[in-house]
């Protein structure tokens, strides 16, 4: 850990001088240094390893002036076998040299010993990562078992107190961390300043039945805030209420490693409080916030809120189809389009229950659209959104099946061109707008032609320099950057053959969508026969965002809506 780097002898600073009195003493000064350092970032993978990153760039480009790299240990450069030789390998197709503090390595690397040497340090750095995980792993599952907190930040309602082993129950100790020792440790106490905050979210939830959302309003309304003094949102309240902290129970190992990829990157699995028993988790050595059962209860009322997720699992086993395309049928006609007027923040939808009649009947059910910014319990949208679907669609019903109509019309008449002018079965797949993309095609071949006759020229050009010269690294480094342009112009050319594709897929479908009207009397009548996804799918080719407003009439009653803005899609 840094901590630790900072008392021993992997410290930066000490690395730092040791790699300068080893390159001095080898005949190099000062001026001929540059540092690379990722302070504080493990060397198992080289994934958020920036300055290594950029090391390595800079040692493959050409006419580069460095002429090695000095490194304390082969631990510092990478921690992983695979990656240790991959660098290995680029030094030597650069003839470069290699200096460690340790003296495994003092320059040459060309021999069969230096190799043999790189694959020996590897095996023992990546055998020394991993035995000391599973060291470190072994000793918190001990400490969790005998009832300490595994570490981390402490949590909302808890904070962190030092004391000396040999003096715990001197309450007056001195926790300044300058004045910290090998033999001080600390634990878990309860925050005398956030421990309400804590009982009232578990009070609102489990026993004032508030929804999580409503719970994280109460408290932003009320002025609680969190302990970085931001407000509360839903997932810091669901959080809080799953954490079986509060009741004194410690639920460690939240993730278990399910693959390890080639690049030494870990794939983790996660494992929720609803997975495990309850009562194998361990006793915990703070003092609880809530009981044991109040937490349970609290627990039960969560789980009824998975309930759509259980049902979500079975719909997915029983037809077969993922979790996505879940999803994508069961979203909203207006989900994607529909903006909320005072925020500009995007909508969600919920399914309000009808009310019951005087006759005992229950009206039909009624899907809803909130903010999402005020709905995740927020207040950052600076008032109440909510607008009825079958009211919204009222809203653009009729300009809705106008476009559409016009749509069909221009979709019959281009039918009847491609009729009269190529026959009835022969469809014509170049349009206006395909012929333009396929024009810029040309352009973009002529130039790649072009590119490739000058890539030619230059490696001729280059046949006849001497290898490492000037002019030779000069022409290598032209060559590279033609290679580059060739294929930024190949991939642009994919982007615009892609384009092609797309823009005859749109006709196909309003082809199709216009023939599949023709079996119905009007454009009301085919779009209430379309499934919800593909009337969202409809509605989406012709609006790319509405903004309706609500204007209320009265204290009490329906609001008024108004189209605020409309913006349309080309479809249209």
């Not at 005949?27 to 350092?37: A, V």
């Not at 402490?154 to 309450?171: M, R, T």
């Not at 926790?175 to 804590?198: A, G, H, W």
């Not at 395309?325 to 007027?341: R, S, T, V």
């Amino acid at each position: 850990s840094e901590k630790q780097a900072a008392e021993d002898r992997y410290s930066l600073e000490v690395q730092k001088e040791r790699c300068e009195a080893l390159l001095k003493s080898q005949g190099y000064s000062e001026k001929d240094f540059i540092y690379f350092c990722d302070k504080g970032i493990s060397g198992i993978t080289i994934e958020q390893r920036d300055e290594l990153k950029e090391l390595l760039k800079l040692l493959q480009e050409p006419g580069s002036q460095i002429e090695g790299i000095c490194c304390y240990d082969l631990s510092r450069i990478s921690r992983s076998i695979s990656h240790t030789l991959e660098i290995f390998k680029i030094l030597k197709e650069n003839n470069l040299r290699l200096f460690t503090c340790d003296g495994a390595f003092m320059g040459d690397i060309n021999g069969q010993n230096a190799k043999i040497m790189v694959s020996i340090y590897s095996m023992l750095n990546e055998l020394f990562i991993d035995q000391l995980r599973e060291r470190v792993k072994a000793g918190l599952e001990k400490s969790v078992e005998a009832g300490n907190y595994y570490g981390g930040p402490a949590p909302l309602g808890y904070k962190y107190e030092f004391y000396s082993v040999s003096q715990q129950e001197n309450k007056n100790f001195n926790s300044d961390k300058k004045t910290r020792k090998k033999d001080i440790k600390k634990r878990l106490v309860v925050d005398k300043n956030e421990k309400p905050i804590i009982e009232l979210i578990f009070h609102l939830f489990t026993v004032e039945k508030y929804s999580i959302k409503n719970v994280a309003q109460y408290l932003n309304l009320n002025g609680y805030r969190t302990r970085q003094n931001k407000q509360f949102a839903t997932a810091t309240v669901q959080k809080i209420l799953e954490n079986p902290v509060y009741c004194g129970r410690l639920f460690w190992a939240k993730r278990k490693q399910k693959k390890k990829t080639e690049q030494g990157v870990r794939i983790w699995e996660k494992i929720s409080i609803y997975d495990i028993d309850f009562f194998d988790l361990p006793k915990g050595n703070h003092e609880a916030i809530i009981s044991e059962e109040f937490f349970l209860e609290t627990l039960e009322r969560l789980r009824g809120r998975r309930k759509i997720r259980k049902n979500l699992n079975m719909a997915e086993a029983m037809s077969s189809i993922t979790k996505q395309e879940y999803f994508d049928a069961h979203k909203k006609m207006f989900i994607n389009i529909l903006k909320c007027p005072h925020c500009g923040g995007n909508m969600t939808s919920s399914l309000q229950p009808g009310h019951k009649r005087t006759d005992g009947s229950i009206a039909e059910a009624k899907v809803y659209y909130k903010c999402s910014t005020f709905n995740a319990g927020k207040n950052l949208c600076n008032g109440y959104y909510s607008v009825q679907e079958e009211r919204a669609f009222n809203l653009i019903k009729e300009a809705f099946f106008t476009r559409l109509k016009e749509a069909f019309i221009l979709v019959k008449e281009y039918q009847n061109y491609l009729r009269e002018k190529h026959g009835a079965n022969k469809e014509m797949l170049f349009d206006k707008e395909i012929n333009k993309i396929k024009d810029e095609i040309k352009n973009l071949e002529k130039n790649e032609s072009r590119l490739l006759t000058k890539l030619d020229n230059l490696i001729n050009m280059q046949l006849e320099e001497e290898k490492g010269s000037l002019k030779y690294n000069r022409i290598e480094k032209m060559i590279k950057d033609t290679e580059k342009d060739i294929e930024e112009v190949k991939k642009f050319k994919e982007e615009q053959q892609n384009k092609i594709i797309q823009a005859i897929k749109r006709r196909e479908a309003l082809l199709s969508e216009a023939k599949e009207q023709e079996k119905f009397e009007n454009i009301e009548e085919y779009f209430n026969s379309l499934s919800l996804l593909q009337k969202r799918q409809l509605l989406e080719k012709v609006y790319s965002k509405i903004v309706i407003d609500t204007i209320s009439n009265a204290k009490f009653g329906p609001k008024r809506l108004t189209l605020k803005e409309v913006k349309y899609n080309q479809y249209s």
